[in-house]
């Protein structure tokens, strides 16, 4: 600490009482380095007489320190002072001593300023010169400031006597003074010196006037009395005093002329600064309201673009967290759309050719249309008489059939739309089409009641009429092509013998029946309609219902899986449903807000899409029900298609439009794999071989590495580790040799021996919330809530140190060198040294921390917080927290480096997995999930990224996720639309403003 020395400079420290002890050091150490602080020590009653000596006291400051406390953000007394030190414009330096409490406010300059951080955890003198160094900065000028105010203050309660006012060099002083103020940002004239140093400048301006006139008159006196005398040089003289005069005037009226100028660009800059500061707080203000209509418009179904144009909107006004969150989440479930046509009527059904080239649709518009795949361009139209209801390519795709109201099925080339044969069934409605497996026969279902079977093998030979005794709207042929499913208005269902030419009685339901589909195997038949129940039955010569699900309202559609094992319901209850074909049950339930129509299932069985009278188009995670992919249509969306990879869907919809989107993000999972019970972690093994699983099964199957893009249930893994209570966190040694899970709630851990199959088993004798391996696979620590971390030795298992933290322990990491343990507890990080037992570091952050983590080349230190920010520290500076911390939009769950360090990898309790790249600072992709993330695990190549939730681990394929950085958030999220806002839109939400175009690649919405 500096000598003591002659004061340089002038502070008011403001403080609560209940901090007296650092204000009392706080003033001693800037006494000793030569400033000098004026305290209230004692306590000054709310009075005038505490308003006089406080106002004293602040006008003769140079500076203003505010120690930020909880404390004295809640005091009245701190308040007042804080006001009156902004009133006469002081520099402000907050000091940070105690963070705020959650929750707390804060005046907001404090907040919009630069803090001196003088915590408990901080390096108090380093601080101190921090904050000498911003007290003495600009000194000269802040010096002159306390200088005149408290000079116009005097003037000011004299009551403006000229006898206080500026003369001279003084005068000439202030207002070079006051013209600098607009020089540098932070210099702030009161309005009052400005009137101080104007007046004074009227007044000289007048002493120079008067001095001038009293010259002249003395003047003309003197040559009155010498006139005789001195008549010659008279002459000269008065020459010489006349131009004198006219120097004095013209010097006289420039210094006016420089101090109005002075008063006047004064004033400018107030004014100017005053005005810059309302249109920011405007701006501002208009993008936290964009951001707020954003979050709303993002939970309504339908109305994910407006959200993510409002969010855009957001973003370009002021950048925040939210709106970076709206857009970022929206992106993450919205593909990018590839082409928008119309057919010009509603879209009754879409069917794809055998090769996968083109696509077909049927239309209300009396046409049937053919379009590629890849960018939907019309290839042809075809006319029928009325709206056509279905189309059918034949096997080889050199033809299709489409049929309608019109009751007719006509056969168009597929290579040119040339008519190859008309049916006419006599004008009654055909509502539905399909082929046999082999593309030999065509089944049309007929509203007259009857079913006609076309010999696509012989053109020119009569159809083949099956009869019933209501209307037909469903026909089915079984994948083996033996069967003919049949669904009625009238409730029955029927099982057709195709080559025998019998029938038997299926499933009978209460009302029409609108849906039915069989299962891969041909054993299974299941139908479904107005009765709001699912019936299936055995596909046999007795046709034996055997199970029936009831759903909340119609059922439109039934598809089933390509492996056959489960199916799917799609129902005017807003639900669609996975079923288990053996048992009937329930697996999974996905929600719309509206009738669900349509739907699809990718021919991997990954995917199902969906739409519906919602107004969107969905795309859902077979196996866990999370929602992946969200389209807003604007309209009904009455058909819906992928193509044969699964990264194209095909949207159709009751005003025509057929929209092409790419799906090809689904891609980038590679596989999942289902178990019984909840999921707690899945973790590679650092030599790449195996991947370790622990559930609610209680116990941990391993799966191997080679086989774990097929395998696609818990059976099929291999069961090592059976536990007496639930687990929680997993981890391996890195020399492959063990592996270990935490059984919290039975204090201990659980060890399992590769190499001997052994079980090692820990007792912490209090709750275990986190262990780790040391580096050199010697030791292993235990974080209990008795806040020990216990150090064991891997090969006896017996507890050979221990160190005692002061609070109970949440987690723990080691270093990659071994010489540190990092210790997570409530609002603060321990870093212990593993030798001495010593803390080296304390990282001080309000919230939790249950994940933490160092990255393989120990340079970074990742923790995050159970208020949703992930805090990266410098390892290599002292632990010391970077700008770039990383924000998620829920609690952390898990959280891990990749191999090389270079990308940071998050669960979240907000359904999403992130990855943010460290160097940069930012995220850069989000995976959607259906439930908490619990466990993120990168490969040992890095390339392919485990996640769980609920009952599924899925593999990630790395490379292939789509990566968006900060800079290109808002290309992005336009990428991702179809239109801008229409003008109703606009008026409704920005009512009064001039439209304009948020994206501006993108047309206006019709």
């Known amino acids: 600490m500096a000598e003591k020395t002659e004061a340089t400079s002038s502070v008011f420290i403001s403080y609560s009482r209940r901090n ?6 706080l003033n001693d150490s800037l006494d000793n380095s030569g400033i000098d602080a004026w305290v209230d020590w004692e306590g000054i009653p709310l009075s005038s007489d505490w308003m006089d000596e406080i106002t004293r006291a602040i006008e003769g400051a140079d500076a203003f320190l505010f120690i930020i406390t909880p404390d004295s953000l809640a005091s009245e007394v701190c308040g007042e002072e804080l006001e009156l030190g902004l009133k006469y414009n002081k520099k402000l ?24 951080y003088m915590r ?8 101190l010169l921090g904050l000498i160094e911003s007290i003495q900065t600009d000194l000269g000028w802040v010096r002159e400031h306390t200088r005149l105010l408290v000079r116009s203050k005097e003037w000011d309660d004299k009551g403006r006597g000229n006898s206080f006012l500026l003369q001279g060099d003084d005068l000439n002083e202030a207002e070079t003074w006051m013209v600098e103020a607009a020089d540098k940002e932070g210099r702030e004239v009161v309005p009052l010196q400005g009137e101080y140093i104007q007046a004074s400048r009227q007044l000289a301006t007048k002493r120079q006037r008067s001095l001038l006139i009293g010259v002249s008159a003395a003047l003309v006196v003197s040559i009155g009395l010498a006139i005789f005398a001195l008549f010659q040089r008279g002459v000269a003289v008065e020459q010489t005093e006349l131009a004198l005069n006219n120097e004095a005037a013209a010097h006289t009226q420039e210094a006016i002329a420089v101090a109005n100028e002075h008063a006047r660009a004064t004033q400018q800059v107030i004014a100017e600064k005053n005005e810059a500061e309302a249109v920011q707080n405007e701006i501002v203000a208009r993008a936290q309201r964009a951001a707020a209509e954003a979050r709303i418009y993002q939970t309504e179904a339908g109305e994910l673009d407006i959200s993510t144009l409002l969010a855009i909107d957001s973003w370009q006004r002021s950048p925040s967290f939210l709106a970076e969150d709206i857009l970022r989440r929206n992106t993450s479930v919205s593909p990018v759309p590839i082409a928008q046509v119309s057919q010009g009527g509603r879209v009754w059904r879409i069917k794809r050719s055998p090769d996968g080239v083109h696509f077909a649709s049927a239309g209300e518009n009396a046409t049937a249309c053919l379009w590629t795949v890849d960018d939907a361009e019309q290839k042809f139209c075809v006319e029928h008489d009325k709206a056509v209801y279905d189309i059918v390519f034949s096997k080889e795709g050199d033809f299709f059939m489409a049929a309608g109201k019109d009751g007719t099925v006509r056969l168009w080339d597929a290579n040119d739309g040339a008519l190859i044969k008309s049916y006419d069934f006599g004008g009654t409605i055909i509502w539905d089409l ?9 089944a049309a279902a007929r509203e007259d009641g009857s079913i006609s079977i076309i010999n696509l093998n012989d053109l020119e030979a009569p159809p083949q009429i099956w009869e019933h005794d209501s209307a037909v709207y469903k026909v089915v042929f079984s994948p083996d092509g033996k069967w003919l499913g049949v669904g009625t208005s009238s409730g029955e269902t029927y099982l ?3 080559d025998d030419v019998y029938y038997v009685s299926g499933a009978t339901h209460n009302d029409e029946v609108y849906a039915l589909d069989f299962s891969f195997d041909s054993k299974w038949m299941v139908t479904g309609g107005a009765d709001s129940v699912a019936r299936s039955s055995e596909v046999s010569r007795r046709g034996t219902a055997r ?6 309202d119609w059922i439109e559609f039934i598809d089933f899986s390509p492996e056959g094992n489960w199916f799917v319901t799609a129902s005017d209850d807003n639900n669609l449903r996975v079923w288990d074909v053996e048992t009937g049950i329930e697996k999974l339930r996905m929600q719309h807000d509206g009738f669900v129509l349509r739907m699809d299932i990718t021919d991997n069985g990954g995917w199902i899409a969906s739409t519906g009278y919602d107004q969107t188009a969905r795309v859902w995670n077979a196996a866990s029900g999370s929602e992946m992919i969200h389209i807003p249509i604007g309209t009904r969306g009455t058909a819906i298609l992928f193509n044969e990879e699964g990264t194209r869907l095909i949207v159709g919809d009751d005003k025509g439009n057929i929209t092409l989107w790419d799906t090809s993000v689904l891609l980038s999972r590679l596989n999942y794999i289902e ?4 999921v707690r972690g899945a973790h590679y093994s650092p030599n790449g071989e195996i991947l370790a699983v622990n559930t609610d099964e209680k116990n941990v199957r391993l799966f191997p590495v080679e086989d774990i893009l097929s395998v696609k249930t818990a059976a099929e893994g291999r069961e090592i580790l059976p536990t007496k209570g639930l687990t929680y966190d997993l981890a391996y040694s890195s020399d492959n040799k063990w592996v270990a899970v935490e059984e919290t709630r039975e204090d201990k851990i659980r060890l399992y021996n590769f190499e001997t199959e052994e079980i090692l088993i820990l007792e912490h004798g209090a709750k275990v919330y986190g262990f780790a391996f040391s580096p050199d696979n010697t030791q292993v620590v235990t974080a209990g809530g008795d806040s020990f971390i216990r150090i064991w030795d891997l090969e006896s298992g017996e507890e050979i140190d221990s160190i005692e933290n002061p609070a109970p322990l949440q987690s723990v990491a080691y270093h990659p060198n071994g010489k540190h343990l990092a210790a997570g507890m409530e609002n603060k990080i321990n870093i212990w040294d593993v030798e001495t037992k010593e803390r080296v570091a304390g990282l001080f952050q309000s919230g939790e921390y249950h994940n933490i983590a160092y990255s393989p080349d120990g340079a970074w230190f990742a923790a995050g917080s159970s208020e949703g920010i992930i805090y990266l520290v410098s390892v290599e500076h002292n632990y010391s927290f970077t700008d770039n911390f990383l924000r998620m939009n829920g609690q952390p769950y898990s959280l891990t480096f990749s191999p090389d360090g270079k990308l940071l990898a998050g669960g979240s309790s907000n359904y999403f997995a992130y990855l943010w790249d460290v160097s940069l600072g930012q995220e850069i992709s989000r995976i959607p999930h259906s439930d908490v993330v619990r466990s993120v695990s990168f490969s040992p190549d890095g390339l392919e990224l485990a996640t769980v939730a609920r009952k599924i681990v899925q593999i990630w394929d790395i490379p292939a996720l789509p990566v968006t950085t900060t800079d290109a958030l808002v290309d992005t999220a336009c990428s991702h639309l179809v239109s801008n806002l229409s003008e109703i839109e606009w008026e409704l939400i920005y009512s009064g403003d001039e439209y304009r175009l948020l994206c501006p690649d993108l047309e206006m919405k019709k």
Do not use: C, R
């Not at 105690?98 to 406010?105: D, H, L, N, R, V």
């Not at 408990?120 to 601080?127: F, K, L, R, V």
């Open 496 to 498: 057709w013998n195709v």
């Open 434 to 442: 399909d082929m046999n497996p082999d593309g030999s026969k065509l």
């Open 93 to 116: 330096v907050p000091i940070l001593h105690i963070e705020p409490e959650k929750g707390s406010t804060m005046h907001e300059s404090l907040a919009a300023t630069n803090w001196v």
């Open 20 to 25: 007296k002890g650092f204000a009392e050091k």
């Open 675 to 678: 178990f019984p019970e909840l």
């Open 547 to 552: 199970g029936s699900m009831t759903h909340g």
């Open 120 to 127: 408990e955890q901080d390096d108090y003198d380093n601080a």
